[in-house]
């Protein structure tokens, strides 16, 4: 009898997705949610995941992986301290360039990932989950306001800050949607001043008892 040759399968379980790209459960699940990987449900409730959405996400990693050079400020800390990390998403290069500079200045020597684009925001969040996330809202294909979108009922983000800065004003934020309750939001240009300030809060929050003068 002859072997019948294997049939790659054209979808994925949830698990499998993860299993491929090396990621959790839950970063697949909020991919899936902000329209990066393409899924849809069997009539038994089971998510079934594109196997070519989950390719085209894997040579996404692949490039920018390879594209990606180390930040001005990734400084060796001690082994059991994990230093506070800050994802900054900006489509602008140059602005980018100078969070870098002037984020290697803070006293807490954070660790910094950036983004040039919602896409890419999205994979770093569900890579690393931040301690403080510095976001663009005006950014083309994935926006800012898509980002908080997706990732606001994200349980594994929960501890995960917000700040946004932006150039749009106050009447199109809200023509597009607003932000959520709680976020600050900052104008531009970058308020490098008022962003530290929320870092060395975040990084060193008071005890309980603690006063601050």
Request: charged share 20%; aromatic share 4%.
């Amino acid at each position: 009898m002859t072997a019948r040759p294997a049939v790659m399968k054209t979808f994925c379980t949830s698990s499998e997705a993860a299993q491929l790209l090396g990621v959790a459960l839950r970063t697949v699940q909020l991919w899936v949610e902000s329209g990066m990987l393409e899924a849809w449900k069997t009539a038994g409730g089971h998510r079934r995941i594109s196997r070519e959405s989950v390719q085209r996400l894997l040579v996404g990693q692949s490039r920018r992986a390879s594209d990606r050079t180390p930040g001005l400020n990734e400084t060796r800390e001690e082994p059991q301290r994990k230093p506070f990390s800050i994802l900054v998403v900006e489509d602008d290069a140059s602005l980018l360039r100078l969070y870098q500079i002037n984020l290697a200045q803070w006293p807490m020597h954070p660790s910094v990932t950036t983004a040039s684009d919602g896409y890419e925001a999205l994979i770093r969040l569900g890579q690393t989950a931040p301690d403080l996330l510095i976001l663009d809202l005006h950014m083309p294909g994935i926006d800012g306001f898509r980002v908080l979108q997706t990732i606001r009922n994200a349980p594994d983000l929960r501890r995960t800050a917000i700040a946004v800065v932006s150039g749009l004003d106050q009447e199109e934020i809200e023509r597009r949607g607003g932000i959520p309750p709680g976020i600050p939001l900052f104008p531009k240009p970058i308020p490098f001043n008022e962003l530290r300030a929320l870092a060395l809060q975040l990084a060193h929050p008071p005890t309980p008892g603690e006063t601050t003068s």
